[in-house]
């Protein structure tokens, strides 16, 4: 049977190496997809990608090497874009290198999967779109109004998903997501988000650094409820047509209760430049994709602890 004519479910994930992507793959796996990674191991692992998944080492930025994997794998494939250069201060400092990955390599991603006739694509966008609001919970009929490059990038590829929707016809759903954590998350560098790099400080005695004043809140989702979110957003004939949708907890907790439920020593250092609240509203997400979180916070960080997983050679405890 042809690549253009099987039947059985495949899936493309870029950025299939990193934290949400390895995932995402495994529980595509576990689906009955075939399922095509595409990264190009800057932050993933290679050792992150489930051994059933099919590995092509390129970058969304090459339009070329896209097209190329696209069309091997054929139509009505599903697309999961998750491939970017994550994180706002790494945005800030780099503004160049993200906005070719983030907003270039995105267009190259819809082009591709609009020559190759792919099924849907499922575009993992951010709340940092939002940026700071006048009132919670943030819903998606607010205007953006983004504080980085990285929080600019992530909203104009949803403009992009909807631009491919209304005009090429090709079926888009962009995902926001909320603060994700979970296995696997690397907790080092200056970029890491707060959960693994406070549990990791706190595993090796050190104290906890809290930005600011620690009062700003986040609304913190867990990885299974993201893949959950991924694969709804595939399956459900609601969406397709550009649709923006939360995937947040709907909860909001201050940094300084996510500090006391992971417990040590704080210390505060200066304020970055981010939103100072985030709290999803999370109606749509459960009117269109059937999806409400299963996982709390605190549930959440109860499972991390005493977790070992091993990233790039280097075994840590992980959140």
């Known amino acids: 049977m042809s690549k253009k004519t099987r039947k059985h479910k495949v899936a493309i994930v870029t950025g299939g190496a990193g934290f949400i992507g390895a995932h995402l793959v495994n529980a595509l796996i576990d689906e009955d997809?075939?399922?095509?990674?595409i990264d190009n191991l800057v932050n993933g692992n290679r050792s992150l990608i489930n051994k059933k998944a099919i590995f092509h080492k390129t970058d969304v930025t090459k339009p070329a090497d896209l097209?190329?994997?696209?069309g091997k794998v054929g139509e009505g494939a599903y697309v999961f874009h998750l491939a970017c250069l994550p994180r706002v201060k790494f945005s800030i400092d780099f503004p160049r290198e993200t906005h070719s990955t983030n907003i270039d390599g995105t267009f190259n991603v819809l082009m591709a999967a609009k020559e190759s006739h792919s099924k849907r694509v499922i575009y993992s966008a951010s709340s940092s779109a939002y940026g700071?609001?006048?009132?919670?919970?943030?819903?998606?009929?607010?205007?953006?109004?983004?504080?980085?490059?990285y929080g600019l990038q992530k909203y104009i590829g949803e403009l992009y998903c909807s631009m491919f929707s209304k005009i090429y016809g090709l079926e888009t759903v962009s995902l926001r997501y909320f603060n994700v954590y979970g296995p696997k998350q690397?907790?080092?560098?200056?970029?890491?988000?707060?959960?693994?790099?406070?549990?990791?400080?706190?595993?090796?005695?050190?104290?906890?650094?809290?930005?600011?004043?620690?009062?700003?809140t986040r609304d913190c989702t867990n990885v299974s409820d993201v893949v959950r979110a991924n694969l709804l957003a595939a399956l459900s004939p609601k969406v397709g047509n550009g649709e923006v949708i939360n995937i947040?907890?709907?909860?909001?907790y201050s940094m300084n209760e996510i500090a006391a439920l992971i417990g040590g020593k704080v210390v505060y250092i200066s304020a970055r430049l981010e939103p100072?609240?985030?709290?999803?509203g999370i109606s749509l997400a459960?009117?269109?994709?059937?999806?409400?979180?299963?996982?709390s916070l605190r549930?959440?960080?109860?499972?991390?602890?005493?977790?070992?997983?091993?990233?790039?050679?280097?075994?840590?405890?992980v959140g």
């Open 286 to 295: 459960k009117k269109l994709l059937g999806w409400a979180p299963r996982v």
């Open 248 to 252: 947040g907890s709907g909860k909001n």
């Open 33 to 37: 997809f075939e399922v095509h990674v």
């Open 67 to 70: 097209k190329k994997v696209f």
């Open 186 to 216: 690397p907790p080092s560098g200056s970029y890491a988000q707060a959960i693994p790099k406070f549990l990791d400080q706190m595993r090796r005695g050190v104290p906890i650094t809290v930005t600011g004043d620690g009062k700003q």
């Open 299 to 317: 549930e959440g960080i109860k499972e991390l602890k005493g977790k070992t997983v091993k990233v790039k050679s280097a075994e840590f405890n």
């Open 132 to 149: 700071d609001q006048p009132i919670l919970p943030l819903v998606e009929t607010m205007t953006p109004m983004p504080k980085s490059p």
């Open 276 to 280: 100072r609240d985030t709290r999803a």
